[in-house]
């Protein structure tokens, strides 16, 4: 007669080789609903009106919490493209970009927007931004002025495309700074050559200098050092031209004074070239470019009203005060 089944013990078996995988199985049920309720909630979340969630980048912006107005501005640009919402969102977007100190990119979104909307209203303030987003990352002379000069291209551009344009004034004042920054650089390399007596090279850089940033504050030293340079090669008449400059344009400059001294030493006095390349550059100087000054970094210039929008504003294709707001 057969032994009688063990019931217990074969209820402890499938209990133990059995129970894990159910209690498993549920886990990734349950894991799954989890999961299907988060997206559930982010696809609401990511449904919301483009005028609530343009507000609601506003008003994050405003209360400093740039990270959630980039996330709205992003959620606008690619929920609703195309569309006016999405043309007020990449504006706003590259200048919240700017504020974070995200450069490149508010730069491509910027981009974006003056090759989505070449004729806007705010195209001009596009290529503002651009122009801020490199002047941020300008060095000091001792580095490589690659940004100060794509700084100066892109606000060249505002003011070349948009006189007009109330981001004019602060345009000019970066530009020359920048230009300060490059024509520095160059100084900085011709000093370098020109204290290892490599006076061809010296030469080479501080005419570059004054051919290229004649208006800029490095010019009188750069006029200086050509007589330096010039006087220690022997080449006599370049170093009088460029005396006679310094005397004509800047004549209680402590350049000139220096300059005038060295001269004098071998009986020597200014004497201009009337066929040489330094008077062709001063003679072709306006008056207002003699000027040079103060240099300052100028001042940034927030979006205004008419940039921002509002719900409202864009939802009726018009501006705040009653201006026009639609890209055109």
Not at 146 to 156: I, N, R, Y
Not at 161 to 190: C, H, L, N, T
Not at 290 to 295: D, M, R
């Amino acid at each position: 007669m057969p032994d009688r089944l063990n019931l217990p013990v074969i209820w402890r078996s499938v209990c133990h080789k059995v129970l894990p995988a159910v209690m498993l199985g549920c886990a990734l049920i349950i894991g799954g609903c989890s999961g299907k309720n988060k997206s559930s909630d982010d696809f609401v979340e990511m449904k919301e009106p483009p005028d609530v969630l343009y507000n609601q980048a506003l008003a994050n912006m405003d209360a400093g919490r740039l990270k959630e107005a980039s996330k709205k501005f992003t959620a606008i640009d690619r929920q609703y493209p195309y569309s006016e919402w999405a043309r007020k969102a990449l504006i706003m977007g590259a200048y919240n970009y700017y504020k974070q100190k995200k450069y490149t990119d508010s730069i491509n979104m910027a981009r974006r927007y003056i090759a989505l909307y070449p004729t806007s209203n705010e195209t001009a303030y596009a290529f503002y931004v651009i122009g801020l987003d490199y002047f941020r990352q300008i060095p000091d002379v001792s580095h490589d002025q690659g940004d100060s000069a794509k700084a100066a291209e892109a606000l060249q551009e505002v003011v070349n495309r948009f006189p007009k344009s109330e981001y004019v004034g602060d345009a000019k004042a970066k530009i020359r700074f920048a230009r300060e920054q490059m024509a520095g650089k160059d100084m900085q390399v011709g000093r370098y050559y020109l204290e290892r007596r490599q006076y061809l090279a010296a030469i080479k850089r501080f005419r570059y200098v004054v051919e290229n940033y004649s208006n800029t504050n490095q010019v009188e030293e750069a006029l200086y050092r050509l007589v330096e340079a010039n006087y220690a090669m022997g080449i006599v008449s370049e170093a009088q031209a460029a005396a006679h400059a310094l005397g004509q344009n800047y004549p209680e400059s402590v350049w000139y004074k220096m300059a005038y001294k060295l001269l004098q030493k071998k009986g020597l006095s200014p004497k201009e070239d009337k066929t040489g390349w330094i008077a062709k550059i001063f003679g072709s100087r306006k008056a207002d470019e003699k000027e040079a000054g103060p240099v300052t970094r100028g001042q940034d210039i927030a979006p205004d009203a008419a940039v921002r929008g509002s719900a409202k504003a864009v939802a009726t294709g018009g501006r705040q005060n009653g201006k026009a707001g639609k890209g055109r």
